[in-house]
């Protein structure tokens, strides 16, 4: 599923011309993030994180050497000593989340970070949530999840992952007729990320 971490990667299964800073990362034993995008029986597609922001890179695993798999709701209590933006505002947000009757998890820089252990968040950097949402959640509950999320001390980007796919909390909270969904297939632009064949009278 997308965002989940994995682990059991070897650099013999990058493409020959895959760039140098993505053959360290996976030497070192980092893992993987699984990402949106179709791949062969058997494969699974995954981006590959670098130091830098910009060091993404994009490749296929074998699932047969998946030796771990880490889920961001699996992240939600997981603690780190760092004296960071990112870590402050979820301490702050986890009350509110684990109230609110959805599964949530982290994903991102901070949650590749509480995984793994690779320092992978700065002092700027935002905190990147999911939020599982199999049953539809109203504009004006994205609005009230919005006002609340922007009560901590850095930015704070959510997905809604719906059955079909993931949708920016902010835009579901904004006023824009149709949203965009993004899913292994297409990004397309719809008017209910719950039922993606409703279209506009």
């Known amino acids: 599923m997308a965002h989940d971490l994995l682990w059991g990667m070897t650099p013999e299964q990058l493409p020959a011309d895959a760039p140098a800073w993505a053959v360290e990362s996976i030497r070192v034993g980092q893992p993987v993030v699984v990402r949106r995008?179709?791949?062969?029986?058997?494969?699974?597609?995954?981006?590959?994180?670098?130091?830098?922001?910009?060091?993404?890179?994009?490749?296929?695993?074998?699932?047969?050497?998946?030796?771990?798999?880490?889920?961001?709701?699996?992240?939600?209590?997981?603690?780190?000593?760092?004296?960071?933006?990112?870590?402050?505002?979820?301490?702050?947000?986890?009350?509110?989340?684990?109230?609110?009757g959805w599964t949530w998890g982290v994903s991102g820089s901070a949650g590749f970070e509480l995984a793994s252990g690779f320092q992978a968040l700065h002092e700027g950097s935002d905190l990147d949530l999911i939020l599982r949402a199999p049953q539809p959640i109203t504009r004006v509950q994205a609005q009230a999840l919005v006002t609340r999320l922007d009560t901590v001390v850095c930015a704070v980007d959510m997905q809604l992952q719906t059955p079909f796919g993931a949708v920016a909390l902010r835009e579901w909270a904004g006023s824009s007729h149709r949203v965009l969904l993004k899913n292994a297939c297409e990004a397309c632009l719809v008017l209910d990320p719950w039922n993606p064949q409703e279209q506009a009278a």
């Open 37 to 100: 995008g179709l791949s062969a029986a058997g494969q699974v597609a995954v981006g590959v994180r670098g130091r830098m922001r910009e060091q993404r890179y994009a490749a296929s695993m074998a699932l047969e050497s998946v030796s771990r798999r880490v889920q961001p709701e699996q992240l939600c209590h997981v603690d780190i000593d760092r004296d960071l933006p990112a870590v402050r505002a979820l301490k702050q947000l986890r009350p509110m989340l684990d109230d609110c």
